[in-house]
């Protein structure tokens, strides 16, 4: 995979961009590593953690790798 963590976050956000515009339910999934310190009170992602984007029936629209730490605000933005 040689695709930078940059290009993975736009891929992240095109994906959601295109669903939101087709007006598709979906459900958002962030898999985080076992050890992420988003599980600790801090309640901060440290990991590099998986994003899936899954339609209402579960299947899967879109996953995107290596697109660094999680941040909730990334999913109010169109673009990062
Ligand atoms: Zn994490």
Redesign the pocket.
Known sequence: MTQTKRQARRAWAAARRKHIKRGNLYHVE?Q??PG???YTPAEV???D?VRVLKDDRGHVLARVEGAG??DPLELAEGAI
């Open positions: 962030i985080h590593d992420c310190a988003i992602c440290n990991c953690p730490f999680y």
